[in-house]
Structure formats: structure tokens, C-alpha cells
């Protein structure tokens, strides 16, 4: 079972005549635009890094996956791979029909045959796959808040690769891994799965795991999707070039893959485990909390910390692949080096520094020790993510109209720009309105994409470095969610929920609109015949009843350098 088996194995592509031909003729078909997930599950679809799978999971396979793991004819497959498409979309087609299936760019990569339709149970989906249907878990909340409503299932037909312009010679496919191995004469190949930068710690235990299975090292990171909050996959990628130097020379070998995690702890570390033996290793590194979501909404683990490695265990042989488990390794600073916790005698001095504790150090420019991490990852780490009170960051007002939104986010934007050091905008919502959004109503799908318009630009301007006030009614939860997540994959975000009681709004009703709503002349008006949700946990409340806007704006001031956004004289 530990010696590889590399010869190749099955892709979906046909030959380059045949995917010239069927790209001329899918011109007439129905077209699918790929989501980036998408793109991610068909690339490892056609390049056998699902092998066995040959296309998007049917309705049998999909029930069985969720249910027991398998596919309806027994194989081990523990993850569903399904087309998530709109209700609209999914409608208009017939069963036994090809669609084309095409990237963001309209490249059509493949050709998917529709055997199956049909509405999947979402709830059940999250309860068996994740284990909870609990927001809280990403791969739970996209499933809700992202993917379409309809799965489509049946074949695929590759006719080409997605394109990459990053690193490519960095990305290989199954097959182009089985040949570097065998070219080489790898025999025991060890991966390791990370989503992370690694430092001392990690080169220490890949190290120590190739030692001890006797194996070649594959440092193996996901640059496809991973938790969102991570760090990007290009400073990572720069990251690893810099500690592959650290290893013997002919020992390692990095590639990277392009795999969307669900975050799915056990069952994705046996899903982890099934794709590496696709990719021609013998052996898989699962560390404590394998592909771990983090706290659920009670602010508990979803999974126990070793939950994956006793699932993998169970599964090995039909995985194929031996488990080599993760020795959590710590510094000892008496001997000046990394060993495994549990090996260590009492009364010499252990140093480690959690993630947490390292991303506050990034953020507050504090030093980061030599033996904790390499001099040029620190560096690059650096690079991307400056001290808090240099990146950009979001203010995002919400709240009833008349609460005063828009004079505080004024107030905030004058103090800030007294304050200098960023560009600031203000994304006011009655200015959205006029520039972005003209065509948009108040029903809920407008205010929806009114929302996520706002939340995109801020989100640029949050990458670029500038600060973002925005102010709209927003209120809807799950779509303020949406936008906090897509900001804060590049800055802070500061919710303010301005809680001016409607009492309070209808009587000052500065544009007369509270009385033309009562009077029903305007219809869907929030607070009257349209909902407001509250936020739960906005980073700060404010009630403007009472308390001037000077004083409004110089809480929120209070808040963004308690939140170390802006540095304090
Ligand atoms: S939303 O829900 O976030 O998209 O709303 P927003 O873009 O902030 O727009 C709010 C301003 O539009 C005016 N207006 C209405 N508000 C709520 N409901 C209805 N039906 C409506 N019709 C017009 C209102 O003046 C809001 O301005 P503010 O600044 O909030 O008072």
C-alpha cells in the first residue's frame, strides 16, 4: 500500500481535434458561466484529481455521498460535487441535453450532458456534510447564501484547462505529478496539505514526517479556495518558494492545487487523502484539526481536534494512503530547537506563538522572533499586510432613514480626513443611489444588489488602502454578512448600527417620507411596510436620540483606534 502506483490515470479531456470541433458546435448550446468554486471542482474533475468521478454527481450519487460517503455503487467519496445553478437557469433546459459549461471569461471548458435535475434539501446537506446547519461554518453559509438553488448532474467532456497566469509552472495536474515522480524515481511520497504560510514549525514536522515514513516530501498548498480570511495564495506561494530552499536539495518538491475547501474537517481530510492518491503519493500528513472551520455560532470547535485523524485512520486502506500523523511542534528554547510537544521533559521552556498571536503581531508591526518563522517570510507576510493603522479599512453605517447615517458618516469622514494618512470616500446612500444604483427600487432583490454594489467598491477601495465610509439603509442581515466577508478578505470592517428608534425617525421625518409611507403613497418603505433587521453584534451601536453628531462620530473615532485602525498620538 506505501509504494506508489504511478502510472496514469483517467482524465476527462478529449483529444485537441475533437475539443476544436466541439467548441465550434457548442456555440448553439445553453451556457453555464462557471462560479470561481465552479472552476475550481471542474478543473480537478477533468484533470482525474476526482478520479473516479466523471462529472458533476447525479441525484443517486449525490443522496448516497451525504448520506453514507459513497457513490451509489460503494466507492469511497466523501464530499458532493454538485452544479449549484439558478432556478431561472435550470428551467429552461431538458434532461439528456449538453450545456456548455464556460469560465468568467466566456472560454467554454467543457461540455456537461444533463442527466439529472433536481432541488437539493440544503439543510440535510449541512447537517450530514458539516455536521451542523450552522452559518457560522463557511462551507454552510455558502451553501445557503451563494450556491444556486438547482443541481444539475451528469457527464463532463473536457475540452480545456482553465487558464492560469500565476505560477504556472508551479501547477501540475495528476499526471504531470505521477510523471515528475517517476521520473525521478519517487517511490514514497509524503504530502503535505496547508492553507497557510509555513514557518519554522511546519518545516520542522514535513521534515521530520519524510524522515519517518521514509519518504520524498510533496508540500502540496491549496490555491484554489480556502478559509476566507486567509492569507492570499500569491504572498503564500512566495512564502513557500522561500522555505523550500530550506530543505535538502532532492528530497521536496512543491506544487500547488488548485482546490476549492469546504472546510468540512473529517470528511475533508478523507477527500484530502483520495485526492493526493490521485496525485501519485503514498503517504498524507493530517495534523490536529484537519481543515478546521473554526467556532461554530456558540462559539464552540465543529469538530474535535483529532476527529479527522480517527476518520482517516478508519478509511486508510480504502483511501489508500497511509496517515502520517501531525506531531505538534513547539520551540524549546534551552536547546534551541523544534520538537514534538509530547516528547518534551518537564521544566524546560516551551515558546510558540499562535496564529492569532502572529496576526496581531503582523497588525501592530511588532517583532516577529527568529525562531519562530524565516527572516524572508516575514518579509513577504509583511508586504501584504502592513500594521493595521497603514491598510485600509470600511465604516459601514446601517440603520432606518432619518436615524442619521449620513450626518455622522459625514461628520466621521471630515475628522478623518483632519486626521490624514488614507484617502477617504463616502458611499452615502442617497449618493449610491444617484450615481451606482439609478435603476435600482426598494424591493428585496434591489436593495440587495444596491448593497453588494456598495459593498464591492468599498472592498476595492478597503484593498487599495483607503478607508470607506459607507452609509446605507442596508437591512438586510445575510447581505451585510456578505459584504463584511467580501471586505474583510482585504481590511477591517466596522459595522455602526445607528439604532435611532423608528418613534424617533418618523417624528423628525426630514424628507417627508415616514408620512407619504403612512399615507401609503410610498410602498416597501423600511421600518413601515418593509423589515429592518437589527444587527446582533454590530462593532458599535449608536442611538443619535439625544446625543449630538459630533458626539456620534467621535465614538466611532474611539472605536477604530480601539480597533487599532488608526494609531493614537
Ligand atoms: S437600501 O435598503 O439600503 O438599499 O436603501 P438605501 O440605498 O440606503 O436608500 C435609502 C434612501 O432612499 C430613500 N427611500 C427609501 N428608503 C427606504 N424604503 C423605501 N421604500 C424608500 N424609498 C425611498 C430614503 O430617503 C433613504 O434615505 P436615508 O438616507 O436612509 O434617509
Not at 102 to 115: C, F, H, K, N, Y
Not at 454 to 477: F, L
Request: charged residues 25%; hydrophobic residues 35%; negative net charge.
Amino acid at each position: 500500500m506505501s509504494l506508489s502506483n504511478l502510472t496514469p490515470i483517467p482524465e476527462l479531456y478529449v483529444s485537441p481535434e475533437s475539443a476544436q470541433k466541439l467548441k465550434a458546435e457548442a456555440g448553439d448550446l445553453p451556457s453555464w458561466d462557471l462560479t470561481p468554486r465552479q472552476i475550481c471542482d471542474l478543473e480537478l474533475l477533468m484533470n482525474g484529481g476526482f478520479n473516479p468521478l466523471k462529472g458533476f454527481l447525479t441525484e443517486e450519487d449525490y443522496d448516497s455521498v451525504v448520506e453514507t460517503m459513497r457513490l451509489a455503487d460503494g466507492t469511497l467519496w466523501p464530499m458532493p460535487i454538485t452544479l449549484d445553478v439558478s432556478e431561472d437557469f435550470a428551467a429552461g433546459l431538458e434532461l439528456g441535453q449538453d450545456i456548455a459549461l464556460r469560465d468568467q471569461e466566456g472560454v467554454i471548458l467543457a461540455i456537461l450532458s444533463v442527466t439529472d435535475r433536481w432541488t437539493p434539501n440544503k439543510a440535510r446537506e449541512a447537517e450530514k456534510v458539516f455536521g451542523a446547519d450552522d452559518l457560522a461554518h463557511p462551507a454552510v453559509n455558502y451553501l445557503h447564501h451563494t450556491a444556486g438553488k438547482v443541481y444539475l448532474g451528469g457527464p463532463v467532456t473536457g475540452i480545456q484547462q482553465p487558464v492560469h497566469y500565476d505560477f504556472r509552472a508551479r501547477r501540475d495536474t495528476p499526471n504531470e505529478l505521477r510523471a515528475y515522480f517517476r521520473k525521478l524515481g519517487w517511490r514514497r511520497i509524503v504530502a503535505f496539505q496547508t492553507r497557510n504560510p509555513l514557518h519554522r514549525a511546519h518545516q520542522e514536522l514535513t521534515f521530520r514526517a519524510a524522515r519517518e515514513a521514509q519518504a520524498n516530501l510533496l508540500i502540496h498548498p491549496v490555491v484554489g479556495m480556502t478559509k476566507p480570511g486567509d492569507v492570499d495564495h500569491f504572498t503564500r506561494v512566495r512564502c513557500y518558494e522561500a522555505v523550500l530552499d530550506k530543505y535538502p536539495q532532492a528530497t521536496t518538491t512543491m506544487s500547488l492545487l488548485n482546490l476549492a475547501m469546504r472546510m468540512a474537517g473529517p470528511r475533508e481530510a478523507v477527500w484530502h487523502g483520495l485526492i493526493r492518491k490521485n496525485h501519485g503519493c503514498t503517504h498524507f500528513i493530517v495534523g490536529r484539526d484537519h481543515a478546521g472551520p473554526g467556532k461554530n455560532s456558540a462559539g464552540e470547535d465543529f469538530y474535535g481536534p483529532y476527529d479527522a485523524q480517527e476518520l482517516f485512520r478508519e478509511y486508510e486502506s480504502e483511501i489508500g494512503l497511509e496517515m502520517v500523523d501531525f506531531k505538534h511542534m513547539v520551540y524549546v528554547q534551552e536547546r534551541a530547537q523544534y520538537e514534538p510537544a509530547d516528547e518534551i521533559e518537564e521544566g524546560l521552556t516551551v515558546l510558540n506563538i499562535s496564529g492569532t498571536e502572529l496576526r496581531r503581531r503582523l497588525a501592530e508591526g511588532l517583532e516577529i522572533p527568529d525562531w519562530f518563522s524565516f527572516p524572508e517570510v516575514v518579509n513577504e507576510l509583511r508586504k501584504t499586510r502592513p500594521p493595521r493603522s497603514q491598510q485600509g479599512f470600511t465604516v459601514f453605517f446601517t440603520g432606518l432613514s432619518g436615524s442619521g447615517k449620513s450626518t455622522i458618516a459625514n461628520a466621521l469622514m471630515v475628522k478623518l480626513m483632519e486626521m490624514g494618512g488614507r484617502p477617504v470616500t463616502l458611499l452615502d446612500g442617497d449618493v449610491v443611489r444617484k450615481h451606482l444604483s439609478s435603476e435600482l427600487g426598494f424591493s428585496k432583490e434591489h436593495r440587495d444588489i444596491n448593497i453588494r454594489r456598495i459593498g464591492y467598491v468599498a472592498s476595492e477601495i478597503t484593498k487599495n488602502g483607503g478607508i470607506a465610509i459607507c452609509a446605507p439603509i442596508a437591512p438586510y442581515t445575510a447581505t451585510r454578512r456578505a459584504v463584511r466577508e467580501m471586505i474583510e478578505s482585504y481590511g477591517a470592517f466596522c459595522e455602526v448600527h445607528v439604532a435611532t428608534p423608528l418613534e424617533e425617525c418618523e417624528r423628525r421625518d426630514r424628507k417627508g417620507l415616514y408620512r407619504l409611507a403612512r399615507e401609503g403613497k410610498i410602498k416597501e418603505f423600511t421600518g413601515i411596510s418593509d423589515p429592518y433587521e437589527a444587527p446582533d453584534a454590530p462593532e458599535l451601536r449608536v442611538d443619535t436620540t439625544g446625543i449630538d453628531v459630533d458626539n456620534c462620530a467621535h465614538q466611532v473615532i474611539l472605536k477604530l483606534e480601539q480597533m487599532g485602525l488608526i494609531a493614537g498620538n
